[in-house]
């Protein structure tokens, strides 16, 4: 869309490009020698006009201007989707060194470097503001929330300055599906509306689509960065003192200090977890952190899955893996978040996200050619390292470059003198479209969503838990997701290699008392009814077993279709053994002997063994620390997931 500015006293369209150190920088609607030629306009009551044009909704109008009062920005523009929009702030954005412009090989595609002091989400610095500390939950950080907002006014109190508000109105899911929830997001960064317009549905479009009284979810954020007029800008604005902060009663975000993925890119794990978890609660759904896959057999039957893993543990993987079995295909509906609305018994869910937001160390064209070619255009890159000829690579990709300029911006050569970081930063990201991806399930933008016949638990266990498992019925299933625990990875702040309790992939991401959150996944059999039979089976995985050698006993990636296939085929049995496909043990049923499809795949038979061996000492001492993890929930705790822990303890014991 064209925007209108001022050139000669008159009112034109036009597209012009900025020659400030920041998109659509400071700029005056008057000055001494009457209009500014050649300026974007920089009236804010004209900006709201603009708004005003676009929607009757007064509370969005009110919200915006509220934003502006208190942030100060020079500029308001209003976001309209565009790839032309797009095309202009990339633009400025390779002017100004905030991004870097990737060769022909890869249209349209850029590479950002982050601050070294902004790299990953910010756990420490995210909170829950509940109206109370119990609802809060033990699992997050808590401020009374008129406290939080005292502490977060004077910071957000000019922010903005020299820099101008963008104004994205975007929706998590596809527009007109009643699983689909409506954000307007303000931001000063104009790299976190491009990533917006990848990752959600965003612009014109939303607006159109909101009705006069309609409710959203207003998320401010600001890198905290107030740039003084004639100071040359930083290529990554940001702040030291950083707030994440969530509003679960009133349904509101507010961020400041970050320019980085999920502290910045507010309809992320902001509103689509920590803030849909708690509207789900409310609303009788489920909002979590799950990929969507379909599997298709070899007699072109379907079935979607949902499986929740914490970040960096394989998510990306599985949901965009190539099959090795003959027949059998695997499309992606999403890799990340899912969420779900129960009709009749049935779980259907959708995908909010309308992007990819992955970890790129790692991929490559061996274990994931799809996310590969998802991301060969139209894509952003953050910290990863820059090769001589304008492409981007990272550790896991290919065979190293020569030289490359790493994340720091640094010259790097592999294995060279005083070399001893990564070329690319552990949590390095891309940002692309869904659309692109070759494995794009046809229903993945269907409003009314894909109904799941499996969810999948998983984590990265080095021990313990075995390749695959079944739950017993739907309460001993709430109970494995209750007590998923993976080893910390790069995304999250804390020491690499460290177990921890992350039950259903979700500690960092759950908006209320997860207390609570185990009993609202217990009582959707109770909603089910007569029907719970069409409840999803529950199952738990685990890839990254590994012998006393430290080497991984399953192949991982592509083979991990094998595993699918039995969870499909489980799908279509009953909760017993009489399909001949599993075997009843203490912790679940498991694959029996034969039931998982090995043809083609060389593995000796004592990594299969030890893939599905259970060490009685090590499952009572992964009890017991479950036990301590769930003493700080208190009466908040479902009385049913202790008797599942007692269950489970007797069933060991008995063994």
């Known amino acids: 869309m064209l925007k209108n500015f001022i050139q000669k006293g008159k009112l034109i369209n036009s597209i012009s490009s900025s020659s400030s150190s920041s998109s659509f920088q400071s700029s005056t609607f008057l000055n001494n020698n009457g209009f500014n030629s050649g300026a974007w306009v920089g009236n804010r009551f004209f900006s709201l006009e603009q708004l005003k044009k676009k929607t009757k909704n007064q509370k969005l109008i009110n919200w915006v201007e509220e934003q502006a009062k208190l942030c100060k920005p020079d500029n308001i523009y209003i976001c309209d989707g565009s790839e032309q929009e797009f095309k202009k702030f990339t633009d400025d954005m390779v002017k100004n060194g905030t991004l870097i412009k990737l060769n022909s090989n890869r249209p349209n595609s850029f590479l950002a470097r982050s601050d070294p002091s902004d790299v990953a989400r910010v756990e ?31 910071l957000f109190n000019g922010s903005m300055k020299g820099r101008t508000m963008y104004v994205m109105p975007f929706s998590m899911g596809p527009l007109g599906s009643d ?31 909101i009705k006069d009284n309609d409710d959203f979810v207003p998320c401010l954020h600001s890198v905290g960065a107030p740039l003084e007029k004639g ?45 849909a978890s708690s509207m789900a609660r409310d609303g009788g759904w489920l909002a979590e952190h799950m990929l969507i896959l379909s599997l298709t057999n070899d007699k072109g039957e379907k079935k979607y899955i949902a499986a929740a893993f914490p970040s960096a543990c394989g998510k990306t993987n599985l949901a965009m893996a190539n099959s090795v079995l003959p027949g059998y295909k695997v499309q992606v509906c999403g890799d990340d978040i899912a969420w779900m609305t129960m009709r009749n018994g049935q779980l259907y869910a959708i995908n909010p996200e309308f992007g990819f937001f992955g970890v790129a160390p790692g991929t490559s064209a061996s274990s994931n050619p799809n996310a590969l070619a998802a991301i060969s255009k139209n894509t952003l890159f953050t910290n990863v390292a820059l090769t001589q000829d304008n492409d981007v690579w990272w550790e896991g990709l290919s065979s ?6 790493d994340w720091l911006g640094n010259e790097w050569h592999p294995n060279g003198e005083g070399n001893n970081t990564p070329a690319a930063h552990p949590n390095s990201r891309f940002t692309a479209p869904l659309s692109q991806c070759p494995s794009i399930d046809p229903e993945w933008n269907n409003p009314t969503g894909v109904p799941i016949s499996a969810i999948i638990f998983g984590g990265r ?24 625990a993976s080893e910390l990875t790069a995304a999250a702040e804390g020491t690499v290699g460290k177990l921890r309790h992350d039950p259903f992939a979700m500690l960092p991401f759950c908006g209320y008392n997860m207390g609570d959150y185990f009993g609202h996944w217990l009582s959707m059999e109770q909603k089910a009814g007569s029907n719970a039979d069409k409840l999803p089976k529950i199952f738990y995985v685990n890839w ?45 049923f498991v694959p029996s002997n034969n039931s998982i499809d090995l043809n083609g795949l060389e593995i000796n038979k004592s990594s299969l063994k030890e893939l599905f061996s259970l060490n009685k000492s090590e499952w009572l001492h992964d009890l017991k620390s479950m036990r301590q993890f769930c003493q700080q929930f208190g009466d908040r705790l479902p009385n049913e997931i202790k008797n599942q822990m007692d269950q489970l303890e007797n069933r060991l014991n008995k063994d």
């Open 124 to 154: 420490s610095r995210t909170y829950i503001c509940a109206k109370t500390k119990e609802d809060a939950g033990p699992t997050n950080n808590w401020i009374d929330p008129n406290q939080m907002k005292q502490t977060l006014k004077p």
């Open 179 to 209: 699983i689909s929830h409506i954000g307007v997001q303000v931001t000063d960064s104009p790299f976190v509306v491009c990533n917006m317009k990848i990752m959600t549905r965003m612009g014109d479009q939303v607006l159109n689509h």
């Open 231 to 275: 100071k040359k800008d930083s290529h990554w604005p940001c702040n030291p003192n950083k707030y994440i902060v969530h509003y679960p009663e009133e349904r509101s975000i507010q961020s400041f200090g970050s320019g980085y993925g999920g502290n910045a890119l507010l309809g992320k794990k902001c509103f689509s977890l920590r803030i």
């Open 400 to 405: 190293p470059p020569q030289t490359a300029i």
């Open 461 to 484: 266990r080095s021990s313990t838990v075995p390749l695959v498992y079944q739950a017993l019925n739907w309460k001993h299933g709430v109970f494995m997701g209750a007590s998923t």
């Open 544 to 588: 990254f077993r590994k012998n006393k050698s430290g080497k991984f006993l399953w192949p991982g990636f592509g083979e991990n279709v094998r595993v699918l296939k039995w969870i499909f085929d489980r799908c279509n049995s009953t909760l017993d053994t009489t399909d001949g496909k599993a075997t009843q043990t203490p912790i679940g």
